[in-house]
């Protein structure tokens, strides 16, 4: 199997994660976004939504999003809950993540780190602020009760949320008002198998 990505992506270092939490391996491949690597005909042709990360299989046939390649990877693991209603908390929580928390959080950080904050994303950086920190009180109020976010054990919600709240600072999120979602990334970094993402270039 590839994957495509960039490493600093929080939605393609979901996937470096988990492939490190199960000790499995994929031929990485790296895209660069701002050389608009994902618009040739040639990515194209295997994502038609030019975006990363893409999985692409032994027998050719790909897979895009982000939580959609970490639930076929982490298949039958002790990542996915076996029971059914803690399946669907975590696919709620994975919902959550890309509508509520990734449009705020990670682009908050793409501009600031990715671009640099130019003087005309500035607006739009600091509207990213309310609708982040909604998002990381949402999250907070769980951590709260739980360890995790689907209860005692550790799951792909975990993962897809972790991603890029673990670098929220980088778009301008202070996380010191949250201890519950400070101990859940403490917690998160001690297990078995766990790296870091990439640091920038």
């Not at 499995?24 to 030019?50: M, Q, R, S, Y």
């Not at 929580?93 to 003087?119: K, M």
């Not at 990334?185 to 766990?194: F, V």
Request: hydrophobic share 40%; charged share 20%.
């Amino acid at each position: 199997m590839k994957v495509y990505g960039d490493s600093r992506s929080g939605n393609c270092y979901k996937i470096q994660l988990v492939l490190a939490l199960l000790g499995k391996h994929c031929e990485w491949v790296d895209v660069d976004i701002l050389k608009g690597e994902t618009h040739t005909d040639a990515f194209i042709a295997k994502n038609p939504v030019a975006k990363i990360p893409l999985l692409e299989l032994s027998d050719g046939r790909c897979l895009s999003e982000s939580n959609a390649i970490i639930n076929y990877l982490a298949a039958g693991s002790t990542l996915i809950p076996s029971k059914a209603f803690d399946y669907a908390k975590m696919l709620q929580w994975q919902f959550f993540e890309q509508y509520s928390h990734e449009p705020a959080i990670a682009v908050a950080r793409y501009i600031n780190v990715f671009l640099g904050l130019p003087d005309d994303r500035k607006a739009e950086f600091d509207a990213k602020q309310e609708a982040g920190h909604k998002a990381l009180a949402v999250m907070e109020t769980q951590l709260n009760e739980t360890p995790y976010l689907v209860g005692d054990h550790i799951s792909l919600a975990d993962i897809s949320l972790y991603a890029y709240t673990h670098v929220a600072h980088e778009g301008g999120f202070d996380l010191s008002a949250y201890p519950g979602i400070r101990r859940w990334l403490a917690l998160i970094e001690e297990q078995r198998g766990y790296m870091p993402i990439a640091q920038r270039r």
